[in-house]
């Protein structure tokens, strides 16, 4: 018998070879245990351009190229290592401190090892992605080394030793080999490789083994700039492990550990959603889970549990005697807590005095109607699954500063006012308290440990001055995630090298006419708001001899110019829409494609892809097909030109007709979409008017609409509903699709009980049908608003539309509920949407203009383009509003105006009002109403508040109301706003007179 | 968790610490079930296979249902019979599998029909079967080349006439095939963790020769990255059949020491190639 055992020295090989085992335990709680080869070598370069040896050796790809040196040879030096240095940080300085690696005055020449990266991507994925995209930014000089690889760093654990222990012995070798390793250069000025921690058991084990070591907090404070930098250090850590908790410091119970939480979850015992805050009342919460049809509520600072708005929790459900209503009383943080210390934590008992106070109406309440069964189920949290934190702009809370600290340099603890109502306070320690006052900050959350009431975070960066038009513009954006930044130059390498002077080519025989139909014959026109550049669609129609109708829209080919997988599409992909603001627009393509080579501009050929119908005179569609095409247009109109012209009966020429015939089809479209119970849904909008050369607003109005806009959103409709067909025909897996979901009857239920009673009007909403008709019956023969109300109203009771693909849903669930339609998708604006951009893709495809591409037939590929630009399209559409608010507030700048307004919700403790001339919501506290705070009575049952005291009078929903609305910048909150005031009650009340922001930002 | 392999473009090392053209670690022994009629035991990382050859004997169909069959010498010689067993501790979460898992039939049906390309069969007589069972005692990629290199050696032990080494292996390539990246290097020999995030093909030749006996590709993958993963597949089978040529002279060296066979005998019946 052989025996196959051998020993491993006798293997020549062995020096070079390890192994790596580990365990991990799987999502359904298996055990693993993995075994991974891991092969020595010793060709893995130190990328230190001072470094020649390791240049010889150094590896090359496929195609024989060798990647470049990064760590520059001449390094900056510091007082400490005037040589100059490489930092190699370990894995919680990178934790803790990411934002200040990502600075560009300072922390250049990183060396991240892989023991670091791998600890790292374990602990935070966005940081690890972070942490990858300096490696790849080519000024920052960030390198990888992979140590575990090289054979001379490579180090085994040893009995009994932890894997952190080991990890530090691992970074701490490493450091050591790349000091001797640059030694060996023979270089004048030979550059000290130091570690970078913040432990101090590592610091003092590199001492000893004397290998450079600095703490972070000494490395920064001896920077230039230092001072500045040291605010961006995590807080939590630097306590470290010094402070020893003791039982009672703990405010929060402790949150379940994450077996425990699956378990329970599995079980259905607990359950699992995104913690959403309540916009009025920050101690309230909901959560959505899907063993319920309705929406569980987190009541309270306790059961909150240091959730955030947006984070995925798990909770458990309260007992039955403890279920409450829904709140009817505004809550806001800061008046409730608005005197807190951000300093003294200590022996402060959870939920305050006040706040206790706060909800104490609500219990005793609850006490009497309970009974009746309108008590929702409540729950607790009691676990994050996923913290959902991002960075948060705000202001400081001027009252948590101290005043010496106004002068003074020293640090001390503050409150940071987030602009979105529904995140919590943040303490931040800063030493610049005094500078930051009266500034748009941008924070991150760190940590909320049990023994802090608030967040902990730290500052980021400063935006600028309160209220000047650059900070507020750059806080919206970042607080909607807005990629705003200018375009890399990779992804403006990817635009056509003619630049502005690209042409179409003159010769049909040019790669560019391959396939394409010449249109130019056709007269073409587009119609677009006022100043439009980015031109996306144009139009035609034209008779047929058979006396059908020829329609064609003409969409912008944007897939012609961008294509799949390079740099500029990734962008696009990335930044998913382009955001319209007041003042500024923030585009997904580069201007050059946005407002000129793609944009349908007049008198210019261009590029189209053409989707062209017979209609007949009833509007039927007789056929329909796809072409990519080049068109000319004729003239691009405004909205109240193409109007003028239409209804100008003199004008008899062709493209007058041409027009005339796209309304009188788009009119029979239109009765035909909402015959099929397509709804129409309303929101407030208002443009904001600003004086052309400051662009300073000056004043508000409300969109009109004209027959116009309805004649391009039919064709669009119709436009996008033919491709969905299409594509959707031809890809039954990867087509991209747009869906509105029918919204469940449930979201209905608040707004159907409220007509009910104060009006005796009947919301049905079995089927959009039903609902188009029940709306349109909500009116007020006195008040012509009433309807726009109830149907703004309706409107936020529904589902969103979102993009996906269609593999992912059955094809009934396709249905988008709003327009009626079975299949959607989004085709006409390519410019602006990549939704769009992808549609044209798998459109090109489906027409056999080109091969699909890879990107745009994988499906785990779409869902996640689908995700990305649920997302951001939603955020655009916030920013958007968020940013017409703003200026309507700075229109409002120094004025005082009444204007009607009409209450929309109704709480014990005040109510919210509409003003439909500018667009904007805003909450009206009793408080506000007269001095003393009058008392009052809540009818919770008929939505009527009355109150008496200081101020006599009732106010009940959909109420009609004069509101006084006055500018004033309130220095509590440094928020910029209107104040609403007194005024006519129009049916029975007397005067009102309230006080509140409006257009806060 | 160790890293994955979108960290390949960092240092141009994959997830294991090899570059892209450079094979595992591989170990071989032949003979290891003297009882046998031909044996190897073959190690390429952490993929370790035992092979047991028996045969040519009669054909016996009870023993050959679950294998699969093939033909050589176009039905003229004897018939190669492949039947997989894959231990149930052979991956990381304890499995059995049956007799008729649909993945195993198709690569018995995949290394018989290659082998019988390679074994001069007609020296048998089509009324004999050769019996090759393939033990998998631990799995980690390139499962497939594997096999067929570990069969290939125990042919070679058995003494079964063959025109060449069989021999196969992986090759991938380094993102995935919706990223469409076009600077995508190759792989050479794909672990587990490489096989199931990126694209991969296991290729057979017939010694080092460029002759392809088999190739399987059951992921997507641009065409435009195929030809360099066959390519790098090629180059890899070259270096896996010199190892095999290795093992198989040092194996013939030690008989020669202990005398099992007489040196004129050894140049004549070596020196196959």
């Known amino acids: 018998m052989t025996s196959l055992k051998r020993s491993l020295e006798s293997d020549p090989a062995s020096a070079n070879f390890s192994s790596k085992t580990y365990v991990r335990s799987t999502k359904s709680g298996k055990v693993q245990k993995i075994v991974r080869e891991v092969y020595l070598r010793q060709d893995i370069p130190c990328s230190s351009k001072l470094c020649s040896r390791c240049r010889n050796t150094a590896p090359a790809n496929a195609v024989g190229v060798v990647s470049p040196f990064v760590l520059s040879d001449k390094p900056a030096g510091t007082k400490e290592y005037p040589q100059g240095h490489y930092l190699v940080p370990d894995t919680n300085a990178l934790l803790n401190a990411m934002d200040l690696f990502e600075q560009s005055t300072a922390f250049y020449d990183v060396i991240i090892l892989q023991t670091v990266l791998e600890e790292l991507r374990n602990r935070s994925l966005p940081l690890y992605n972070r942490l990858i995209g300096l490696t790849k930014s080519e000024d920052k000089r960030f390198y990888v080394f992979f140590n575990e690889f090289r054979l001379e760093t490579y180090v085994t654990r040893e009995e009994g030793e932890s894997i952190n222990d080991r990890n530090d012995r691992a970074v701490r070798r490493a450091v050591q080999w790349y000091n001797s390793h640059l030694a060996q250069t023979k270089s004048k000025k030979l550059p000290t490789v130091v570690m970078l921690t913040d432990d101090r058991g590592n610091i003092e084990k590199a001492k000893a083994e004397n290998v450079p070591a600095t703490r972070l907090r000494e490395y920064v404070s001896g920077l230039e700039n230092g001072e500045r930098l040291l605010d961006m250090i995590v807080e939590s850590q630097e306590k470290g492990i010094s402070r020893d908790k003791k039982a009672a410091d703990l405010l929060y119970p402790e949150h379940f550990s994450l077996s425990k939480m699956m378990t329970g979850v599995k079980n259905g015992m607990l359950h699992q959603g995104i913690f959403n805050v309540s916009p009025y009342n920050y101690l309230e919460g909901s959560i959505k889970v899907p063993a319920f049809p309705k929406a569980l509520l987190i009541l309270g600072r306790d059961n909150i549990n240091r959730a955030v708005d947006g984070d995925v929790v798990v909770v458990e459900v309260l007992p039955k005697d403890q279920w409450k209503e829904p709140s009817t009383k505004i809550i806001e943080e800061e008046a409730v807590t608005k005197n807190e210390n951000a300093d003294g934590d200590e022996g402060e008992d959870l939920v305050t005095e006040k706040e206790r106070r706060a909800l104490q109406e609500e219990v005793k309440k609850t006490h009497i109607t309970s009974t009746e069964g309108r008590a929702q189920p409540t729950a607790k949290v009691v676990g994050v699954i996923k913290r959902n934190w991002r960075q948060y702009v705000g202001h400081v809370d001027q009252s948590s500063v101290s005043q010496s600290a106004k002068q003074g340099r020293k640090q001390e603890s503050v409150f940071l006012v987030p602009m979105d109502k529904k995140i919590p306070k943040i303490r931040i320690r800063t030493r610049q308290a005094g500078e930051l006052l009266g500034k748009r900050i941008l924070v991150t959350i760190d940590s909320w440990d049990r023994d802090s009431r608030h967040p902990i975070g730290h500052f980021v960066r400063s935006l600028g001055e309160l209220e000047t038009k650059a900070a507020e513009t750059e806080a919206l954006l970042l607080e909607y995630d807005v990629q705003y930044r200018p375009f890399p130059k990779t992804v403006l390498d990817c635009l056509p090298k003619e630049g502005h002077d690209w042409r179409v080519p003159t010769s049909t025989d040019d790669p560019g006419w391959k396939g394409r139909e010449d249109l130019r014959p056709l007269i073409i026109c587009s119609i677009d708001p006022v100043g439009c550049q980015d031109i996306d669609d144009a139009l035609h129609a034209r008779p047929l001899p058979n006396g059908n109708y020829e329609v064609g829209v003409h969409i912008a080919d944007v897939s012609h110019f961008v294509k799949p997988s390079n740099a500029m599409d990734h962008e696009a992909s990335i930044r998913g829409t382009t955001v319209y603001l007041v003042d500024k627009r923030i585009d997904m393509l580069p201007m050059l494609l946005g407002t000129d080579l793609c944009s349908l501009k007049p008198y210019v050929e261009r590029y189209a892809f053409s989707t062209l119908w017979e209609i007949d005179a009833d509007a039927n569609i007789v056929n329909v097909r796809f072409t990519k095409s080049v068109i000319k247009s004729r003239e691009a109109f405004s909205y109240e030109q193409a109007q003028l012209r239409i209804d100008d009966a003199s004008q008899q020429d062709e493209l007058t007709q041409g027009m005339r015939t796209l309304l009188m089809l788009s009119k029979k479209l239109k009765q035909k979409r909402m015959d099929a119970g397509a709804l129409s849904l309303s929101s407030p909008e208002v443009k904001v008017q600003m004086e052309s050369e400051t662009s300073d607003p000056i004043d508000v109005k409300t969109k009109e609409l004209l027959d116009t806009n309805s004649l391009v959103e039919e064709f669009m409709l119709l436009a996008n509903i033919s491709v969905a067909d299409k594509i959707y025909q031809s890809f039954p897996q990867t087509a991209i699709l747009r869906r509105h979901g029918a919204p469940p009857k449930t979201n209905f239920d608040e707004l159907s009980n409220q007509l009910k009673i104060k009006r005796g009007l009947e919301l049905r909403c079995d089927s959009s049908r039903a609902l188009a008709d029940s709306l349109d019956a909500c009116t007020d023969p006195k008040e012509p608003f009433f309807n726009t109300l109830i149907r703004i109203m309706a409107t936020r009771c529904m589902m969103s539309a979102e993009y996906f693909c269609a593999g992912t849903q059955a094809y009934p669930e396709f249905r988008h509920y709003g327009l009626a339609s079975e299949i959607y998708t989004h085709f006409t604006s390519p410019i602006r949407r990549y939704a769009d951009l992808v549609a044209h893709r798998q459109l090109a495809a489906a027409i056999d203009y080109e091969p699909m591409h890879p990107a745009v037939r994988s499906r785990g590929k779409l869902e996640a383009v689908c995700k990305n630009i649920n997302v951001r399209h939603r955020n655009a559409q916030l920013a958007g509003r968020a940013s017409i608010a703003y200026y309507v507030g700075q229109a409002l700048k120094g004025r005082v105006a009444d204007e009607e307004g009409f209450v929309m919700k109704i709480f014990s403790n005040g109510f919210v009002v509409l003003v439909p001339r500018f667009g904007i919501e805003s909450v009206i506290r009793l408080r506000d109403l007269a001095e003393p705070e009058p008392d009052s009575t809540f009818d919770a049952e008929n939505y009527v508040l009355k109150t008496s005291g200081s101020r006599d009078l009732s106010v009940e929903l959909f109420q009609k109301v004069i509101v006084r609305i006055s500018d004033a910048k309130d220095e509590a909150t440094g928020k910029r706003g209107g104040q609403d005031g007194a005024g006519q009650g129009v049916f029975k009340n007397g005067r009102i007179h309230a006080l509140d922001r409006v257009g806060t930002i | ?273």
């Open chain 2, 1 to 273: 968790m160790p890293l994955d392999t979108s960290t390949y473009n960092l240092a141009l090392l994959r997830v294991d610490g090899r570059r892209w053209n450079e094979l595992r670690q591989q170990k071989a022994q032949m003979g290891v079930q003297p009882s046998a009629d031909g044996s190897a035991y073959l190690e390429m990382g952490n993929t370790k296979i035992q092979c047991i050859i028996s045969g040519p004997n009669e054909r016996d169909t009870k023993s050959t249902s679950s294998a699969s069959t093939a033909p050589t010498s176009g039905g003229q010689g004897a018939t190669v019979a492949v039947s997989i067993m894959i231990a149930p501790f052979a991956t990381v979460d304890r499995k059995r599998r049956g007799r008729n898992d649909k993945r195993v039939q198709e690569m018995q049906t995949t290394i018989a029909s290659g082998l019988a390309a390679a074994v001069q069969g007609q020296s048998y007589g089509p009324r004999s079967t050769i019996h090759i069972s393939l033990n998998v005692l631990s799995q980690d990629g390139s499962l497939l080349a594997c096999l067929i290199n570990a069969a290939s050696l125990a042919l070679v032990d058995a003494g079964v006439p063959m025109t060449d080494y069989l021999v196969a292996c992986t090759a991938g390539s380094t993102s995935s095939y919706a990223a469409a990246d076009e600077e995508a290097d190759p792989l050479l020999d794909l672990n587990t963790q490489e096989e199931q995030e990126l694209p991969f093909l296991t290729l057979a030749t017939m010694g080092a020769t460029d002759k392809v006996v088999a190739m399987v590709c059951e992921s997507r993958v641009q065409l435009t990255r195929l030809e360099g993963m066959m390519a790098t597949a090629a180059d890899g089978c070259k270096g896996v059949r010199d190892f095999l040529d290795g093992v198989v002279r040092d194996k013939g060296e030690l008989m020669v020491q202990e005398g099992a066979i007489g040196r004129g005998e050894v140049v004549s019946s070596m020196d196959l190639d």
